[in-house]
């Protein structure tokens, strides 16, 4: 039968017999990495391309669907712009809880045995950098996407998000779906 079960692709089970297990690298934890590192330099890469190539500040509002326009927007809070912090203390403050979270993240991807949870582990941490990388370069996070839906009489706007942000919901909805309808999800008798 050999180190693979049927039907899980690697487990934990794959670690060499007497082998010390690591506390921060597992079995899929190169993968998750490769996950994050891409969303983290595509991220990374279009926010540069939107701030210095497009110059995405100086432009304004720019439409680029009915239901979709592009705008910058420094967001010195956290998701949806909750707790703004303008002084550097602040920033910073939630720059150092955002590196807790990933080394928390970090955990748990070195110990998990499902492909499905380290891609979405690698999703939100990648996303996670990435919006760190912003704090710490620029103090706030730069977003730049808007849904919005508008009637004659009516407006509705969404908030203002980035490709890091889509990582990380992306990341959540797969931990929820592998929670809830996965092979490991708790089933009823």
Same mark, same amino acid.
């Not at 279009?46 to 432009?59: H, N």
């Not at 996303?127 to 839906?149: E, K, P, S």
């Given at each position: 039968?050999?180190?693979?079960?049927?039907?899980?692709?690697?487990?934990?089970?794959?670690?060499?017999?007497?082998?010390?297990?690591?506390?921060?690298?597992?079995?899929?934890?190169?993968?998750?990495?490769?996950?994050?590192?891409?969303?983290?330099?595509?991220?990374?890469?279009?926010?540069?391309?939107?701030?210095?190539?497009?110059?995405?500040?100086?432009?304004?509002?720019?439409?680029?669907?009915?239901?979709?326009?592009?705008?910058?927007t420094w967001n010195r809070g956290i998701s949806y712009g909750l707790f703004q912090q303008d002084g550097p203390l602040?920033?910073?403050?939630?720059?150092?809880?955002k590196a807790v979270a990933v080394a928390l993240l970090w955990i748990w991807l070195a110990r998990t045995a499902s492909?499905?949870? #380290?891609?979405?582990? $690698?999703?939100? !941490?990648?996303?996670?950098?990435?919006?760190?990388? &912003? @704090? /710490? %370069?620029?103090?706030?996070?730069?977003?730049?996407?808007?849904?919005?839906?508008?009637?004659?009489?009516?407006?509705?706007?969404?908030?203002?998000?980035?490709?890091?942000?889509? #990582?990380?919901?992306? $990341?959540?909805? !797969?931990?929820?779906?592998?929670?809830?309808?996965? &092979? @490991? /999800? %708790?089933?009823?008798?």
């Amino acid at each position: 039968m050999g180190n693979h079960a049927p039907g899980r692709g690697v487990t934990a089970a794959m670690a060499e017999p007497g082998a010390r297990p690591s506390f921060l690298r597992g079995p899929l934890s190169a993968f998750g990495l490769g996950i994050a590192a891409a969303v983290c330099v595509a991220d990374q890469a279009l926010k540069l391309w939107l701030l210095f190539v497009y110059r995405l500040g100086e432009k304004g509002m720019v439409s680029v669907m009915p239901f979709v326009d592009v705008v910058l927007t420094w967001n010195r809070g956290i998701s949806y712009g909750l707790f703004q912090q303008d002084g550097p203390l602040g920033q910073w403050a939630l720059l150092a809880l955002k590196a807790v979270a990933v080394a928390l993240l970090w955990i748990w991807l070195a110990r998990t045995a499902s492909r499905l949870t #380290a891609l979405a582990l $690698g999703l939100i !941490v990648g996303g996670a950098v990435g919006n760190g990388i &912003d @704090r /710490a %370069a620029y103090g706030a996070v730069a977003d730049f996407v808007l849904l919005h839906a508008e009637t004659a009489t009516w407006r509705f706007n969404w908030y203002v998000f980035n490709f890091a942000d889509v #990582a990380i919901v992306a $990341g959540v909805a !797969v931990l929820l779906y592998e929670s809830f309808v996965g &092979d @490991r /999800a %708790a089933k009823a008798p």
